[in-house]
């Protein structure tokens, strides 16, 4: 049931998570780059393979930790208000391990 409940808001929490992430790539790379406020696209000609390169690693480094902070802050406060984690546990693991 917790489960249940746990995934529209792991959705949610997702999409949050990625509006963050977004809002730190911009301001992180406006000090990196002074003629753009978001990292070029790989298919922008008027660029250079370090920017491109550089940007991709950035939102690639941020969206992860943003995402994983998010997703464990939400399993947390499940945990807290429910008492039941909502992911897998040790337990889980050692039944599909047999």
Same mark, same amino acid.
């Given at each position: 049931?917790?489960?249940?409940?746990?995934? $529209?808001?792991?959705?949610?929490? =997702?999409?949050?998570? =990625?509006?963050?992430a977004g809002k730190? %790539?911009?301001? +992180?790379? /406006?000090?990196?780059?002074?003629? *753009?406020? %978001?990292?070029? #696209? $790989?298919?922008?000609?008027? @660029? &250079?393979?370090?920017? +491109?390169? @550089?940007? /991709?690693?950035?939102? *690639?480094? %941020?969206r992860s930790v943003?995402k994983a902070a %998010?997703?464990? *802050?939400?399993? @947390? =406060? +499940? !945990?807290?208000?429910? =008492? &039941?984690?909502?992911? #897998? @546990?040790? /337990?889980?693991? !050692?039944?599909?391990? /047999?």
């Amino acid at each position: 049931m917790v489960k249940l409940f746990y995934k $529209p808001m792991a959705i949610a929490l =997702g999409i949050a998570a =990625g509006s963050i992430a977004g809002k730190i %790539v911009a301001a +992180v790379w /406006a000090k990196v780059d002074d003629d *753009g406020d %978001v990292p070029p #696209k $790989p298919d922008q000609k008027d @660029t &250079t393979w370090l920017l +491109v390169l @550089t940007g /991709a690693a950035l939102q *690639g480094v %941020v969206r992860s930790v943003v995402k994983a902070a %998010v997703k464990r *802050g939400g399993a @947390t =406060g +499940v !945990e807290k208000v429910t =008492g &039941t984690w909502p992911g #897998k @546990t040790a /337990a889980d693991r !050692e039944k599909a391990a /047999a």
